[in-house]
């Protein structure tokens, strides 16, 4: 017994030391600069207790870049449409569990072991910029076109449009499509923010699978990452 329970607290004090270093080391470990005369542009990061989406104002760019979207019956061209917010999951979970009263054992195990990952995007109104769970995230225009462009590359493409996931959306204003890579709860889909975030040329912790650990580290080591205003 006593073994068994030296074990255990190995083992729990290994995950709290990864935890550690995953939020508070640096990734990439030189932060990038900004030029005081950069174009910059403004994102949003959205979190519950358990997953972040990152909502792009829809301009003309971002509108371009996710036209191929428009056939999914996604309303990006409708009037009070103000953002594109896209999110990264594990298939069985993020699709059969629209909300806490959905949650199903089967998700959860997928959720816990190793799943086919989708891609969520949803066609949204105006978002409450003070609201606790939203961060206002300043980057620059060419930070901002390879975040679009790791973003698009995140979808899985049949004759170069994306594959969407038949039935599965929460409503009308929101589709799922087949997604590039495989999800667990080690990698999942707050480790896939951090890195689209990081493309966009923010410093995020090196491992941050929960939303509190990415938006810690975004608090104490990315210079770029100004608070919610």
């Known amino acids: 017994m006593r073994r068994v329970l030296r074990a255990l607290s190995a083992g729990f004090l290994l995950v709290l030391f990864g935890l550690g270093l995953g939020t508070f080391v640096p990734r990439p470990l030189v932060a990038p600069s900004l030029a005081a ?38 309303p990006i061209g409708m009037p009070g449409v103000d953002y594109l917010v896209f999110g990264w999951g594990g298939r069985s979970f993020y699709i059969e569990t629209p909300t806490w009263g959905d949650l199903k054992p089967l998700p959860v195990f997928r959720a816990l072991t190793l799943d086919r990952s989708v891609m969520h995007v949803e066609a949204a109104g105006p978002i409450d910029r003070d609201h606790p769970a939203v961060r206002v995230l300043t980057v620059s225009a060419e930070g901002r076109r390879r975040m679009i462009a790791a973003i698009r590359d995140s979808f899985q493409r049949e004759h170069g449009l994306p594959l969407m996931v038949e039935g599965s959306a929460y409503g009308a204003e929101d589709a799922f ?53």
Request: proline share 7%; with cysteine; charged share 20%.
């Open 37 to 74: 005369s950069a174009e910059t542009r403004e994102i949003l990061l959205l979190s519950n207790p358990i997953h972040t989406d990152i909502a792009l104002p829809l301009d003309d760019e971002v509108r371009a870049a996710f036209a191929d979207l428009i056939p999914s019956g996604l």
């Open 177 to 229: 499509f087949e997604a590039r890579g495989r999800f667990n709860a080690l990698a999942g889909c707050n480790t896939w923010t951090a890195a689209m975030l990081r493309e966009a040329g923010l410093t995020t912790g090196w491992w941050t699978p929960l939303p509190q650990l990415l938006g810690w580290s975004l608090r104490r080591i990315s210079s770029s990452a100004p608070s919610h205003s």
